[in-house]
């Protein structure tokens, strides 16, 4: 089949329109569909690959056989267009509109500040939506299971579940006000957020879009068509009888069957596989049947796995519980694997045929005795899944083609136990690392293994059975002596090579013992309970608790006096969250498309140290839609942007310096055809010798980034003599992804004379992308002009690299004459622009036995990359942190940023702090191991107390910082608590609870002082609307409410007379990027000045018409002829940091705040759960307290990403792994504290930022790190069951994996651990 030939016309429909398509293109998924050619932006993309919900659409289905609808939610980047006839699919934009009615999921959302950058808030208003059109008052659980698949960076997800919880049942009360009395009654206590049902819309069912009528008598039709379509290069089939499939197959055995699109889809666009020929059996009734008989069930191979979970959840109450032990060892597997959005596709065939490693069905299945029914031309056959049919990554025994029709389940009997288990990098929505499935029987009344069958996934190239140690149990009693032999067995069984792929290796090899050390104790607590065994069991392991509490956030009321309109500190709704609730909200990417437009795509290095020996561009000029190609001596001006006297080149000419290095570039027609294009530029390399990637390496090799900075006081040499004892210690950390929502975007438009561009981009310095464009183009920078109208989400990550993307996007632009039009796809985004610092931390510390720290010296090497970017401004803010809290008098910093042949690492929130601090504070918890004391015993002493002066000489007040401190010890009944987690310890064998409290002392403002400025423009016009615009860019973090505040009580109006479209370079000039947790002190007073200037100017009509209205004003003003107009400036502090004098005054002031966690641990998977949080933070007189303790909570969250999740891997060549949701893992919903309880401190004030406030946009992230020494807490009291004490090394992030290694468990120890050096790691130790 080929194209150009006649195909079918699709027909479904789309929020209750009808969609007709006479040209349906297999490749194209929904996605882009409803992007690029219906315009129906509200669905994101934010990663392609069914990993982040952010393109979730509902789909709906009539079955005939049923005569029912079915709704569910499903990533509309997996849904193949084609796959939608007959289908009716709901986008946000068919949900609720400002224009019409917004729904209550929306309004909710947003209303309980569910919303900051938005740019996941469709796809979450679209997951609940889907579960509320199934039932309409879901219970927690559901909620939790339906948000899993939907991630968002920005609000830490507790407000997301607090709006979505308003649909519960369940009680709505916040019950944290302890002794059960519920917050709204307790009406003297400082605001708190709660949600009123009462405040909502009401869901009301009825006005739901409705079933169209058309696709019933479609399904219902009685003899349906085969339908083909065919587009560029693929074609597809979607035939209607098994034997017409049967043929099909036949006659094309390399055909995949697609069915979920959940393995073909993301191979096609991350592998680049192309299929001729797509066959599509989702209309072949018999895959779908499903068959009781007496001895199981058949159940269709087409189901999806939603669809297998709810019947398996609808057979297991109607049968004795002994015959369902599979049916439920099934539903736990599935209630983990993927998200919801893929259980509701993937199907059940097509779990099997994927033949995963880490499949989390297949090992179930195989334990289970299961057995698939397979047709094709050759007739029918059944076949065991069993070792024999799982051949090797993605191989079955099957023949190609081979159908499976169904799945036998079958029921267990008297005696046989089934166990599934599975540990993931993330509890929800992940592959897991390692998965099994189980299976035991006993003869009647015994404990002697008459059937054992055992399989594991994740420890090999696909599903394996563990044969050898199920012949080391069968026949033998079930007791410790037989496990303890197959424990041994299993490990010279499951062997896997030190450089196995996937790495992790002792870990894995580490879970196979530990998940059958718990199968152990669950089949000898069935044992018991059938009276076959009378032992004292060893202790039960329940599951790790999962119940989001409602949750506590406490702030200050406004005072008494302050005006009912006077929006300033008040819980304002950030301005746009319902527009983004309702998919209104336009994002780079969502501008429509210009006349002529192009699509770029970048051309990357493949090596890490090279030098460019050929370019061959000539295939891709080739290809259609294809219209040229980019490289640097495209480029009329600067070729490179010098950063403190490093040149970075925008695209490399001769030389690379790391994997990923953008080399030229593609312009063509259609995203896809510059894809194409991209991919067929040929480049020749020569490899240079010794690329340098670990900070070890550049140590060795003196690789840095000059200047390297140093500071102390006091002498640490002559300190160490004096002290009680002394320790040395180091902790490595990773580097974070910045994993903004919305990837790099941005559309160049040439304006056709006088070399003028608009610019849209998303970027947090407008002002720094226009003068990096203007020096690329050689043009004047008032030709540029840059526009910001929101970002989805930045984090520090939308700065440096941006501007060089920019550049190269309007080299393209002016090459070409025609607008372009560039997105980066996530991995490409996370290949190319850099992450967070990873660091090395050395350090010698010295103290007394009382735990004063006397004198520490520390040495941080940061590993920068291949270039320069912030490096060395990130090392100094490094040393600027190193004392955190604590007044140590002798303190010695020394930091180095290393010059690897990675990408270049830059920014991101907290800009070095993060990592500064966390070597100082696993310093001191060294010392409080050391002296066998808690780490807070030893945190407050050395706290700064009374007027206190940094190492840097600056002098400031600790007094709010220990406020903050004893606040959060009252807060969080901390020593009760710590009591209790001492007991739970000493009751748990394999399960530890673990506390930490941990305070911040974060410094505001830019120490380059230059940046300390901004300004505004106001206009007032003639109807009396004010359009404000500043310099600060709207990410996420709430500044344009914040502005908008500001000017109404400024001008005395309400904010609703206030609008800010964008934040542009022709409007305010020469900004500073919206950073360093200082946009609104620096915009806010520029605004204000602003609206000061203006009210002043109507001072002579108000007092003529001291009555009048705010617009009888205005009007009077024009004619008067007074302007109304006014620029705003504000000149910030003068800070400066001299390095050679190691003193200054880098910070305005500080933010302080503190910080107490606990969680639970399982010891033997390294599985956690953060119980409880408690932070209390001082950040002045808020302006407006919603959206900054959206700030905190978010920032707390990412910073739980940083020290206990993510982490970036990369290959021994220097390429990134993680290059997706897939691999790289952010929190997701279950990753919550189970209890969230933010207090911002009473009665504070900060004279130097405006109405008091103080900057909160990074100082908490740091306090993610409670997590890590909360879990380091439990790892010890683990340790110390294992008669290990002491300080011990676990490096930051504290995975799972990291966790369980560091418990030393007796399954860990028996690991054999290779030798370093003796192998090559799958993955680098940067
Ligand atoms: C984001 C994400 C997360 C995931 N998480 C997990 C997880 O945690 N655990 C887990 O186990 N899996 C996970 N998966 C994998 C997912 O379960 C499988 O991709 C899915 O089950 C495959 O089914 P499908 O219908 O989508 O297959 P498709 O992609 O449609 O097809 C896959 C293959 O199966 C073949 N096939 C399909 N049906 C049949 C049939 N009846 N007979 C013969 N061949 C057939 C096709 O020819 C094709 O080669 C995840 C996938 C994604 C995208
Ligand atoms: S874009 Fe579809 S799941 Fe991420
Ligand atoms: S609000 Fe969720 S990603 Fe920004």
Redesign the pocket.
Known sequence: MSSGQEGDTLCFFINGKKVTEDHADPETTLLSFLREKLRLTGTKYGCG???CGACTVMVSRYQPATKTIIHYSANAC?LPLCQLHGAAVTTVEGVGSTKTRIHPVQERIAKAHGSQCGFCTPGMVMSMYALLRNKPQPTMEDITQALAGNLCRCTGYRPIVDGCRTFCQEANCCQANGGGDCCLNVKDEPDEQDHDKEEFLPLDPTQELIFPPELILMAESSNPKTLTFYGERMSWVSPTSLDELVQLKTSNPKA???????????DIKFKGVLHPLIISPTRVVE?FDVTQTPRGVWVG??CN?SEVQSLLEKLVPQFPEEKTELFRALIRQLRN??SQQ?RN???L???I??A?PN???NPVLAAGNCKVSVVSNGGRREVPLNQDFFVSFGKTVLKPEE??VSVFIPFTREGEFVGAFRQAPRKES???TVTTGMRVFFSEGSRVVQEVSIYYGGMGPTTVSAAKTCAAIISRPWDDETLGRAYDVLLDELVLPPSAPGGKVEFRRSLTLGLLFKFNLEVLQKLREMNVIKDELPERIRPLPRDIQPSLQEFQHVSKDQSAQDPVGRPIMHRSAISQATGEAVYCDDIPRTDGELFMALVTSSRAHAKITSLDVSEALRLPGVVDVITAKDIPGKKVRTIFGYDEELLAESQVSCVGQMICAVVADTRAHAKRGAAAVKICYEDLPDPVFTAEEAVEKSSFFEPRRVIWRGNVTEAFKTVDQLHEGQIRMGGQEHFYMETQSMLVVPVGEETEFNVYVSTQWPTLTQDAIAETLDIPSNRVTCHVKRIGGAFGGKVTKTSILACITSVAALKTSRAVRFVLERGDDMLITGARHPVLGRYKVGFMKDGRIVAADIQYYTNAGNSIDESTLVAEKILLHMDNAYNIPNLHGRAAACRTNLPSNTAFRGFGVPQSIMIVENMINDVAALLGRHADQIREINMYKGPSVTHYKMEFSPENMLRCWDECKVKSDYSARRKAVDQFNQQNRWKKRGMSIIPIKYGIAFAESFLNQAGALVHVYKDGSVLVTHGGTEMGQGIHTKMQQVASRELHIPPSKIYISETSTNTVPNTCPSAASFGTDANGMAVKDACTTLYQRLEPVRQKNPKGSWESWITAAYFEKISLSATGFYRGPDLYMDWDKMEGQPYAYFTYATCCCEVELDCLTGDYRTVRTDLVVDIGRSVNPSVDIGQIEGAFMQGLGLYTMEELKFSPSGLLYTRGP?QYKIPAVCDVPLRFNVYLLPDSHNPHAIYSSKGIGEPILFLGSSVFFAIKDAVAAARSDSGLVGPFPLDSPATPERACLACASPFTQKIPVSKPGSFKPWALNI
């Open positions: 690959g069914g990993g997996l995949p069957l697609v069915m979920g699109n959940t393995n073909v889809g993301p895959l191979a087409g796995l694997l993927g893929i596709v993937a199907s065939g097509g779990n045929m994927s995963y499949s989390d069905l159908i499976i992940a592959f897991a897939s």
